[in-house]
């Protein structure tokens, strides 16, 4: 069984802190990906990799940056933590082989900045 | 841009009543398509995929799916659903080779016992 797990269920930041969420799947699958899921607007992607020390950026970068320095594990940054990026974040996995692009996700980690 | 249409947001159902939810994306080449299902307080999973071959899909727990490309849709359907379905809906393309996924905006379906 796939297993993608995030650092934490819940968080509670400050506004201007460093925030870092964490991912690691057990797969060794080399796609790796962070969304945001926002009520209304589905997912919608932040950031992802296709391998080690490579990062794209989604459809909302603004504001996050990753790092992948190890295949397994994936990190969302927010450099500096505004209200506006209280949501639920989504970290998914997959293998990299042409047909094989279903992803895999963890639990999500909700994030509430004060 | 790739985008995903999803037009019901909310579905309320008795149970034993007929499901189907719309979804609709906008690109006219070669797509992979996927529902995606959360029920209450879980991990978002994958229901049913097509990448090729028989449009009519069929996934996990009765449910089914079907790609007509001329109106690039790719609705999913259940003939009598359950309580145990009440969860959100998620429909999702990948542009094949692309890797990623565009995801529509959700259904949140409640069954009524």
């Known amino acids: 069984d796939v297993k993608v797990t995030q650092s934490s269920r819940y968080l509670v930041k400050r506004t201007g802190e460093k925030v870092f969420l964490e991912c690691v799947q057990d797969?060794?699958?080399?796609?790796m990906f962070w969304y945001r899921q926002d009520p209304g607007l589905g997912l919608r992607l932040i950031y992802f990799s296709y391998d080690v020390k490579m990062k794209e950026k989604g459809d909302i970068p603004e504001g996050y940056s990753v790092s992948r320095e190890k295949k397994e594990r994936f990190s969302l940054i927010l450099e500096s933590a505004s209200t506006n990026q209280t949501s639920m974040y989504l970290c998914?996995?997959?293998?990299?082989?042409?047909?094989?692009?279903?992803?895999?996700f963890g639990p999500g980690t909700r994030l509430t900045v004060t | 841009a790739q985008s995903v249409s999803q037009h019901n947001h909310h579905v309320i159902l008795s149970e034993a009543a007929s499901l189907e939810l719309g979804c609709n994306y906008s690109y006219g080449g070669t797509v992979n398509l996927f529902w995606y299902v959360q029920y209450p307080g879980q991990h978002l999973q994958l229901l049913l995929k097509y990448f090729s071959g028989d449009p009519l899909v069929k996934g996990i727990k009765g449910f089914e799916a079907e790609f007509i490309k001329s109106k690039f849709s790719f609705n999913l359907r259940k003939p009598s659903v359950q309580w145990s379905d009440t969860a959100e809906y998620f429909c999702?393309?990948?542009?094949?080779?692309?890797?990623?996924?565009?995801f529509g905006t959700g259904t949140r379906l409640l069954v009524s016992p």
């Open positions: 998914a996995s997959s293998f990299g082989r042409e047909g094989t692009y279903e992803q895999y």
């Open positions: 797969m060794d699958h080399e796609n």
């Open positions: 999702a393309v990948e542009v094949s080779g692309f890797q990623k996924l565009v």
